[in-house]
C-alpha cells in the first residue's frame, strides 16, 4: 500500500521540483480584492497587466482574484483577508481600510482621486418604455413600480438615493421644490413605489428581467452588462444625476506583508493606462482618463473628430448628461453616512414615511 | 460458593475504574463540544447586544423598522406554524393509518426540504409563483392576491421549509399507538371521528405541538428564501433575518445583535418549552 502512494506521489514531486527549475524567473502572487460588477473588466485587465509586467520586468506575475460585494469585501479585508489591491465601489469601504491601519499612503494623490471608473445613476425602463418614463419625476406616478437595491445591504444602492434627491434638490424634478424639503418629498413619493428591496444591485437586474417592476434604478454599466447578457430593455438618461465614482487602491500592510508592493503599485497605475481603460469603456464604464483626454480634446481644438472617434468615449453610446453632481456636493462618504442612512437619517425616515 | 461469589464480585469490580474514566472522558468530551459549538457563539451574540448596556439595547430593539421586521417573522412563522401542525399531523395520520400505491416515495419526499438549500427553495417559489406565471396571474385576477414579494410568499417558503417537522414528530407516535385501543373504540361504536378526537389526538398531541414549535424556531431564522421571495420593504415585507444582515452589511453590530438576541430569546423559550413538554410525556 505504501509502495502504491510513493508510486503514485514521486513523479509528482519530480515533476514539481522540475517545473520550479524549468522557469527562469520566479512568479509573484498579487491577490486582487474586488466588487462583483467589475468582474468582467478584471477578468479581461488582468492577462493584459500580467503580459506587461513580464515585457518590463521578466518576472510572471499570477493574480489570486476574490468577487464579493463592496462592503463585505471591505470588512473581508479589514478582518484579516490578505489583499494586494481592493477595487471596491465606494470610497467609504476604501477609508475604512485606512482607519484599520491597512492603507497608509494617500490614496486619492493621482489626477483621478483613486477613482479608477465611473459611471451614473440611470432609469432602465421595458422594451419601448411602455410606461412613458422620461425622467426621475416619473418615478412618483401613479402605476409606476420602481425597483432599486436596498441601501442597508448595498452600499452601490445608496448612489440611487443620492441621485434621486440630490436632482431634486438641485431643481430638476419637475412639481417639487427645489430644496431639502421638496427633495425630501420626492424621496417619500417614489420610495413608495417601490416592489422590492434586494439586497445587491445585480439581484435587483435579476428581479428586473423576471418581469416585476416597470422602472429599473440602476447604474449605466449595469445596463451595458444586461444588454451584453443579452436582457433586453431601454435605457432613459435622467436631466440630473450623481456620478458614481469607484476607487481602487493598494493595501500596504499586505502588499509590504507579501513583498510585492513594487507590482501592486504597477498593477494600480496600469488600471489608468488607455489600454486598460478602454476594457473599462467597453464594458459601460465612463473612464475617467478617457473622459479627461476627451474634455482636454475638446477644450482644445474643437471637433477634434479623429480622437473623438478614436477614444472609446463614444457620445453615442455616453451621450451627456445636463447636470452630474458628486458625493462632494453632499459634503463627502462621511456626512452622507449620518444624514441619510443613521437611524434618524432622511432615507431612514423617508423609507418609513412611504409606507 | 462464596469463593466463587467473591471472585465473581470482583470480575465486576475490576474493570470499573476503567469504564468510570472513559465515562467522564465522553462526559467531558460531549459538554466541551456543546459548549464550543453551541454556547459559546450564543453567549457572544448575547454579550453583543447588551454591550450598550439595557437602555441600548432597547433603543435598537424599539427602533420602528425592527420592531416590523420582528412583528412580520413571528406572525409569519406562527401562521406557518398553525397550518404545519394541522396538514402535517393529518399527513402523518394517513401515511401511517392508510395503504395506497407511491406511499414510500411519498414518505422518502418528506425529508426533502431538510436537504435543498434554502436558497433554492426561493428560486423554486419564484419560478412557480412569478408575476408572469399563469398561477401568479390566476391567483391575482381572482382572488386578488399577491403571492410574491408579500407576505403570503413568506409563509409558503416557510410551510416548506418546516414542512418536515410535524409529520416526522407525530409519525413515530403514530406507528407505536396501540392498535387495539381506537379498534376497541371502534368496535364498541365510536365513530371514527370520535375515535381520533379521543384516542388518538390525547396520545400525539405532546408531538404535534413539540414538532409545531421546533419548526417555529427553525422558522424564525430563516433567510436564504426568505430574501428571495419577501420583497424586503421595510415596515411592510422585511423580516427580522433580514433587518440583522442589513444591520450587519452596515457596520451596525450593536443594532444586529439586540435584533439577534431577541430572536435567540425567543427561540430558546420555544425549546426549552419543547423540552419541557417531551420531559412531562415521558413522566406523564
Not at chain 1, 6 to 28: E, K, M, N, R, Y
Not at chain 1, 325 to 344: H, K, L, M, R, S
Not at chain 2, 82 to 97: D, P
Not at chain 2, 264 to 275: E, H, S
Request: hydrophobic residues 45%; aromatic residues 10%.
Amino acid at each position: 500500500m505504501k509502495r502504491i502512494v510513493l508510486l503514485l506521489v514521486l513523479p509528482a514531486l519530480l515533476t514539481g521540483f522540475s517545473g520550479v527549475q524549468a522557469q527562469d524567473a520566479p512568479a509573484i502572487t498579487l491577490t486582487l480584492a474586488a466588487y462583483t460588477t467589475p468582474r468582467e473588466v478584471y477578468v479581461e485587465v488582468i492577462p493584459l497587466f500580467e503580459e506587461y509586467w513580464l515585457q518590463e520586468t521578466g518576472q510572471r506575475v499570477e493574480f489570486q482574484a476574490s468577487y464579493l460585494g463592496s462592503g463585505a469585501q471591505s470588512r473581508a479585508v479589514e478582518g484579516g483577508f490578505e489583499a494586494d489591491v481592493v477595487a471596491l465601489s465606494l470610497e467609504r469601504d476604501v477609508t475604512r481600510l485606512v482607519d484599520a491601519g491597512l492603507i497608509t499612503h494617500d490614496w486619492q494623490s493621482n489626477p483621478y482621486n483613486g477613482m479608477v471608473s465611473t459611471s451614473l445613476a440611470v432609469l432602465v425602463v421595458r422594451p419601448g418604455n411602455p410606461k412613458d418614463v422620461t425622467d426621475w419625476g416619473d418615478l412618483a406616478r401613479d402605476g409606476v413600480e420602481v425597483l432599486t437595491p436596498d441601501p442597508a445591504t448595498s452600499g452601490g444602492a445608496q448612489w440611487n438615493v443620492l441621485a434621486t434627491y440630490g436632482a431634486a434638490q438641485r431643481g430638476y424634478v419637475d412639481g417639487y421644490s427645489a430644496d431639502d424639503e421638496g427633495a425630501y418629498n420626492f424621496l417619500v413619493d417614489w420610495l413608495s413605489h417601490v416592489a422590492v428591496l434586494d439586497p445587491g444591485a445585480r439581484d435587483s437586474v435579476i428581479t428586473y428581467s423576471r418581469g416585476i417592476g416597470d422602472v429599473l434604478i440602476t447604474y449605466e454599466n449595469e445596463y451595458f452588462a444586461g444588454i451584453a447578457a443579452g436582457d433586453e430593455y431601454d435605457i432613459v438618461y435622467p436631466t440630473s444625476t450623481i456620478l458614481i465614482e469607484n476607487p481602487v487602491a493598494v493595501v500596504d500592510a499586505y502588499a509590504d506583508a507579501h513583498g510585492v508592493r513594487e507590482a501592486a503599485e504597477a498593477f494600480v497605475a496600469f488600471l489608468y493606462s488607455d489600454q486598460a481603460q478602454a476594457v473599462f469603456a467597453d464594458k459601460g464604464y465612463r473612464p475617467p482618463v478617457l473622459q479627461a483626454a476627451d474634455e482636454e480634446e475638446e477644450t482644445a481644438e474643437p471637433g477634434g473628430g479623429a480622437l473623438w472617434e478614436e477614444s472609446a468615449l463614444d457620445p453615442d453610446r455616453f451621450p451627456p448628461v445636463e447636470d452630474i453632481f458628486t458625493v462632494a456636493y453632499f459634503g463627502g462618504w462621511d456626512q452622507i453616512g449620518g444624514d441619510f442612512f443613521g437611524d434618524d437619517g432622511i432615507y431612514t425616515r423617508a423609507i418609513a414615511e412611504a409606507q | 460458593m462464596q469463593n466463587a461469589a467473591r471472585l465473581e464480585q470482583e470480575a465486576v469490580n475490576a474493570p470499573r475504574p476503567q469504564l468510570d474514566l472513559s465515562g467522564w472522558g465522553l462526559r467531558g468530551t460531549a459538554i466541551v463540544y456543546l459548549l464550543v459549538m453551541i454556547a459559546l457563539p450564543v453567549f457572544v451574540v448575547f454579550s453583543s447586544g447588551l454591550q450598550a448596556g439595557l437602555s441600548g439595547f432597547w433603543d435598537n430593539v424599539s427602533h420602528p423598522h425592527a420592531v416590523s421586521a420582528l412583528r412580520v417573522t413571528l406572525v409569519t412563522a406562527a401562521i406557518m406554524t398553525v397550518i404545519n401542525v394541522v396538514m402535517g399531523t393529518l399527513t402523518a395520520y394517513v401515511l401511517v393509518t392508510y395503504r395506497f400505491p407511491g406511499k414510500n416515495v411519498l414518505d422518502a419526499l418528506i425529508d426533502l426540504p431538510f436537504a435543498i438549500p434554502t436558497l433554492v427553495t426561493g428560486i423554486m417559489l419564484v419560478l412557480l409563483y412569478g408575476p408572469q406565471t399563469a398561477l401568479a396571474g390566476f391567483l391575482q385576477d381572482r382572488f386578488d392576491v399577491r403571492v410574491l414579494y408579500a407576505r403570503p410568499g413568506i409563509v409558503l417558503a416557510l410551510l416548506f421549509i418546516c414542512y418536515p417537522f410535524v409529520i416526522r414528530a407525530v409519525q413515530p407516535v403514530l406507528v407505536q399507538l396501540d392498535e387495539r385501543q381506537p379498534e376497541a373504540a371502534y368496535t364498541l361504536g365510536a365513530s371514527g371521528w370520535y375515535t381520533f378526537r379521543r384516542i388518538v389526538f390525547p396520545a400525539i398531541r405532546p408531538a404535534m405541538l413539540s414538532g409545531g414549535m421546533l419548526g417555529f424556531a427553525r422558522a424564525l431564522g430563516e433567510f436564504g428564501a426568505i430574501v428571495i421571495v419577501a420583497g424586503n420593504i421595510p415596515l411592510r415585507t422585511q423580516t427580522a433575518p433580514v433587518y440583522i444582515y442589513g444591520k450587519v452589511e452596515a457596520g451596525n453590530m450593536p443594532a444586529a445583535s439586540a435584533v439577534s438576541v431577541v430572536l435567540l430569546g425567543v427561540a430558546l423559550i420555544v425549546t426549552l418549552g419543547v423540552d419541557w413538554m417531551q420531559r412531562s410525556r415521558q413522566h406523564g
